[in-house]
């Protein structure tokens, strides 16, 4: 049965913009698009997400256990959701609903502020040169996340120094993918989070192979010319205090006992004392290695993002543009998302499926535990100001407002003499 993604909260207010959003953000589960009106405000259950993932050869329905709990993205730090109408591309009914309304004021406030911010720059043009146009240039984002959980298995080896061994004999060894780890599964669509678990039943004891069991090795000092495997006791060093004599001379010509070497001119071998082994590092003297395999677990979110911008606005970085705060116009979430779909917009439509066609690969160590797809339009506004025969143009973006000033602004001066090191870039 065909369910809707977006998950809506009713209230009195709400209700009938509830039912514009069931026109536009339904997408189902085999990847059909249904816009169905008498569906509108029904939530997406973890129950949902999990079975949706169920259909999956490779999903076993523990691995969505986590999902209980998971947070739903906080909107307020992106983008505003939007219940309205989207209209037929850029610039038409959407430019019209999110166009900033700035007066000249406002816009000469944004860029002295922004310049206030740079030791070096005047505020002169911002405040005098005239605002020769003043263009609108919305920009849409278009984001895919996708949350993954990663597993591979390595083997560990430690020193025995005894105790029990979870080995073989006390059932079979899990699989990677067997391992329960609900207790440790995070919130959904976090960038990044590791975990390491002991594979159940893995151990084994072996014997070292670095003292083939001895638990000592030769010493690298005094036996550093035998052959492998052979050593020889009571190996002395020269003194260095004497050096080799036994004596020490004095200035005044008379000689009087190394009361470093006692006399003998040798000493025993600062390594080992002479013995001719050293305790085996690898197995701390044991003799003996207890291996295991270990879980190492993944968590991240692969992230696609794509911006539809005009020419107006492309040589703004794409960055600014997701930082930007927009409105919300399609937030979908499900195990596989599909291309969002909005009735009266063929260009949105057509974006959010290049949006999805440009889903990040996932490793094939990995597995897919969710998605989220997001459209957002951004407010952008091109102000273009004149002085004569000189131009310079700046940006306003976002809801918040930020000025983006690409490269020229008339009044700079930096001579190497402020914190704000721009000289270098001469």
Known sequence: M?????????????????????????????????????LAGTEVSVEEIRSAAAYSEHYPPSLHSGLVGSPEPDLDEQAVVYQGGYGGGPGSTTSELHRQTLDEIEIRELLIDHVGHR???GSRPARTWKIQKVEDCNVYVGTLDTFIEERETVRETEPYLGGS?????????????????????????IPHKESREIIPHSE??????????????VCPSC???????????????????????????????????CVTCNGKGQIPCATCGSRGLIKCLTCK??????????????????????????????????????????????????YQCTPAFFADSYFLNKFSSEVIADRAPVPPSARVISERHTISVVPVTRVTMAHRSRLFSFYIIGFSREVYLKDYYPSRFCWGLCPCLEWLKL
């Open 223 to 257: 036996n550093a010319n035998q052959e492998p495997g052979f050593y020889k006791e009571n190996q002395m060093a020269q003194c260095s205090a004497c050096h080799g004599r036994g004596l020490l001379a004095h200035k005044d010509g008379s000689d009087s006992i």
């Open 165 to 189: 061994i979870d080995g073989r004999d006390k059932g079979p060894e899990l699989g990677i993918w067997e391992l329960d780890l609900k207790s440790q599964f995070p919130v959904l669509f």
């Open 2 to 38: 065909e369910q809707p993604l977006l998950s809506e909260q009713r209230s009195e207010s709400g209700e009938k913009s509830s039912e514009n959003w069931s026109s536009y953000q339904y997408v189902g589960r085999a990847g059909s698009v249904i816009p169905t009106a008498a």
């Open 119 to 121: 030791c070096c720059w």
């Open 285 to 334: 003297g044991s003799g003996s290695l207890r291996s295991r395999n270990v879980a190492l677990v993944r968590w991240k979110t692969l992230s696609t993002r794509k911006v539809s911008a005009t020419s107006g606005a492309a040589s703004v970085p794409d960055d600014v543009f997701h930082r930007a705060q927009g409105v919300q116009l399609c937030n979908t979430q499900a």
């Open 204 to 217: 084994s004891i072996a014997k070292c192979s670095g003292c083939a069991g001895r638990g000592d090795t």
